[in-house]
């Protein structure tokens, strides 16, 4: 079983940076893929960015350039910097873990981005 708990959003102006940290237990983190994801209010659930096992990685147009995912297997944590933040990237983020078709889901963390 893998228990995910992310930390680090808040309130931020527009142009400003957070990083938010997602910690893991379980022993499947190093062998798993790994994401970030969001909800904005009144949107759907949407992706922001993954990372596999090798490092590579993906991320939704909207914050390409912006935002950087990576991940540390050796302290079981998965990160999301987010700089130059609009407040348009003002939703709750959620990380992942997803290990043979089984997705594991954290509590969220919420990032508001206004002035």
């Known amino acids: 079983q893998v228990q995910l708990v992310e930390s680090g959003g808040g309130l931020v102006q527009p142009g400003g940076s957070l990083q938010l940290s997602c910690a893991a237990s379980?022993?499947?983190?190093?062998?798993?893929?790994l994401g970030w994801y969001r909800q904005a209010p009144g949107k759907e659930r949407a992706l922001v960015a993954t990372?596999?096992?090798?490092?590579?990685?993906n991320y939704a147009d909207s914050v390409k350039g912006r935002f950087t995912i990576s991940r540390d297997n050796a302290q079981n944590a998965v990160f999301l910097q987010m700089n130059s933040l609009k407040p348009e990237d003002t939703a709750v983020y959620y990380c992942?873990?997803?290990?043979?078709?089984?997705?594991?889901w954290g509590q969220g963390t919420e990032v508001t981005v206004s002035s």
């Open positions: 992942t873990v997803t290990y043979f078709g089984l997705d594991y």
């Open positions: 379980g022993s499947i983190f190093s062998r798993a893929v």
């Open positions: 990372i596999n096992i090798y490092g590579r990685t």
